[in-house]
Nanobody
Framework: QVQVAESGGGLVQAGGSLRVSCAAS????????MGWFRQAPGKEREFVAY????????YYDDSVKGRFTISRDNAKNTVYLQMNSLKPEDTTVYYC?????????????????WSQGTQVTVSS
């Protein structure tokens, strides 16, 4: 079993920055990596970023590329999402997830464990 604890959401003005953190426990040592997703009410959960535990390979959705940076601390089983140049359209609930096996990095069905989500609100 894997537990996923997320923190760091909040309110920020447009152009500002936030960093969200996600720590995984349990059997997370056997996972292939962790990712960040976001979901607005009435919409599908969409991919934001992914990082692998081995090699630190990263992937980003085009909507956040150049503004967001995902990083990892393998010793702590923790990933971070540094969000810069935030826009009002970034406002939504952000989730982190653990991928235990292989597959895509952008499909929710390829992840096994999820955080409860943290609210990020960007004011104009």
């Amino acid at each position: 079993q894997v537990q996923v604890a997320e923190s760091g959401g909040g309110l920020v003005q447009a152009g500002g920055s936030l960093r969200v953190s996600c720590a995984a426990s349990g059997r997370a040592f056997s996972s292939s990596g962790m990712g960040w997703f976001r979901q607005a009410p009435g919409k599908e959960r969409e991919f934001v970023a992914y990082i692998s535990w081995t090699g630190g390979r990263t992937y980003y959705d085009d909507s956040v590329k150049g503004r967001f940076t995902i990083s990892r601390d393998n010793a702590k089983n923790t990933v971070y999402l540094q969000m810069n140049s935030l826009k009002p359209e970034d406002t939504t609930v952000y989730y982190c997830a653990v991928r235990m096996g292989s597959g895509s990095y952008y499909r929710t069905t390829d992840y096994n464990y999820w955080s409860q989500g943290t609210q990020v609100t960007v004011s104009s």
